[in-house]
């Protein structure tokens, strides 16, 4: 009788987690017609191409490699740049930087066969606090934020996959100015410097 109940708990929960949409963490429901994409870098071995392709292949879409025939029948995600820059948060008493706002941007284009470009783009920023008395800690956290944050970049492009199909459901040849064009951020400013 104890196990009978204990099953009956388990699929009530099953059914209630599968009812209510639930995904994993990072899975992102990709729109069918791209479910099938071509990768395109200028740096098809960077660490960006890789992680975003890593983001895609969790999310069920299939990745296929373009050859020398450029291939018009399977729509195609061409990575821009990865733009890196920090700025001084604060300072110590002293006047040294004590803590860096990181800044990381991101941007792509989605070619749909016959129905348009889609431009996509996102930004992701983190706090980094500048340790004086570790330095070799200091540099190898800051690699892994940097990561971290790539991770970050590219779980937000394959989301806004979903931008690209609400948009070709709308007919409209490329994403509003205000989805597409992003916002100018702060650590991007002239006093910004890029990360090393």
Do not use: W
Not at 168 to 181: I, V, Y
């Amino acid at each position: 009788m104890r196990h009978l109940i204990i099953r009956l708990f388990v699929l009530l929960a099953v059914t209630i987690t599968a009812g209510c949409g639930f995904h994993p963490r990072g899975t992102t429901q990709v729109p069918t017609e791209l479910k099938t994409l071509i990768v395109n870098s200028g740096d098809p071995y960077g660490p960006l191409a890789r992680t975003v392709r890593q983001q895609l292949r969790l999310n069920n879409v299939t990745i296929v490699e373009d050859t020398k025939q450029n291939r018009t029948d399977i729509p195609t995600l061409r990575l821009g740049g990865e733009v890196q820059g920090r700025d001084t948060a604060s300072v110590f008493i002293s006047g040294t930087t004590a803590e860096y706002s990181l800044m990381m941007s991101v941007s792509a284009q989605v070619l749909l066969p016959g129905k348009g470009l889609y431009p996509i783009s996102t930004t992701v920023y983190r706090s980094f606090f500048d340790n004086p008395n570790a330095a070799l800690a200091k540099d190898a956290e800051q690699d892994m934020i940097v990561q971290e944050m790539r991770q970050r970049a590219a779980e937000q492009l394959v989301r806004k996959l979903l931008t690209v199909h609400a948009a070709q459901m709308n007919h409209k040849e490329t994403l509003p100015a205000s989805a597409s064009e992003p916002a100018v951020p702060a650590a991007a400013s002239s006093s910004a410097t890029p990360l090393q």
